[in-house]
């Protein structure tokens, strides 16, 4: 694929896409429902102020889940370019799962938050949480029982967006992996790169919604796209 090789700083961003053959199940491609809520009910401030039960409930339930949950090839993918000796790998993630992690990625910014953090809004630490929120455990670090799941949610601002712009503005390459392009400030950052000439590339199951962006675009299940692209990416350079 052209001069791919030659790219050397790559930022790629994720989405719900690049765990749902690890069992994860997406935000929008089920209908978004959770017991009848929309996911936009659930992940908010209000819905935490008006139903901090539910809330707790859903996430305890995601956490839960996760860690029952293995990475798949998509995830090692990633994982085998970043270990690549020449150049930059950021992994800006807007899942919440520690997949890339688990499956050896070291660069990876959560923007959307963890969900195996617990956040204080007491003291604001954030303290690592395999457990549940429901039964309104004491916070690690100052001891008041005011801990929420640590996940961006709709209306709050994502993590590190300083950190990510510079990433971008020093990159030759941007690729957005398994994302419907429906939340921003994510699905802006394909525009955002063009801006800043850098080549874009998408590999997703279907066209997302700002498909028309990318220079490039690849469809297909994550577990075959992605590794396909590292084996090129890595035998070019
Ligand atoms: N391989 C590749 N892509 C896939 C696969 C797969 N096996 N399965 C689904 N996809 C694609 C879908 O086609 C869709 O475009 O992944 C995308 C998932 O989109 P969403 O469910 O909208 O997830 P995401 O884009 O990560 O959502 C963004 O929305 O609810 C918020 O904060 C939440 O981080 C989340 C954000």
New binding site residues.
């Given amino acids: 694929m052209g001069d791919m090789g030659n790219n050397r700083n790559i930022v790629i961003l994720?989405?719900?896409?690049?765990s749902?053959?690890s069992g994860i199940d997406?935000?929008?491609?089920g209908g978004?429902l959770w017991e009848q809520h929309r996911?936009?009910d659930v992940?908010t401030p209000e819905a935490f102020q008006r139903d901090p039960d539910l809330v707790l409930r859903f996430y305890d339930m995601r956490r839960e889940a996760v860690q029952t949950k293995e990475p798949n090839a998509?995830h090692h993918a990633l994982a085998r370019l970043e270990r690549e000796p020449d150049g930059d790998v950021l992994i800006v993630t807007?899942?919440?799962d520690d997949l890339h992690e688990r499956a050896g990625a070291k660069n990876v910014l959560y923007m959307?938050g963890e969900l195996l953090n617990a956040w204080c809004t007491a003291c604001d630490a954030r303290s690592r949480w395999t457990g549940t929120l429901i039964d309104r455990p004491t916070c690690p670090a100052c001891g008041a029982p005011a801990l929420r799941p640590d996940?961006?949610?709709?209306g709050e601002m994502p993590y590190r967006m300083e950190e990510i712009y510079g990433a971008l503005r020093r990159a030759d390459l941007f690729v957005s992996?398994?994302?419907?392009?429906?939340?921003y400030p994510?699905?802006g950052f394909v525009r955002d790169a063009r801006e800043m000439g850098v080549e874009t590339l998408e590999?997703?199951?279907?066209r997302?919604e700002g498909s028309s962006w990318f220079h490039e675009t690849r469809l297909?299940?994550?577990?075959e796209?992605v590794p396909a692209w590292v084996d090129e990416l890595v035998d070019a350079g």
């Fill in positions: 994720t989405g719900a896409g690049v749902a053959e997406t935000f929008r491609d978004g996911v936009e992940a998509a807007q899942n919440v959307h996940i961006v949610w709709f992996i398994g994302t419907s392009g429906a939340v994510a699905a590999l997703n199951l279907e997302s297909g299940p994550a577990t796209i």
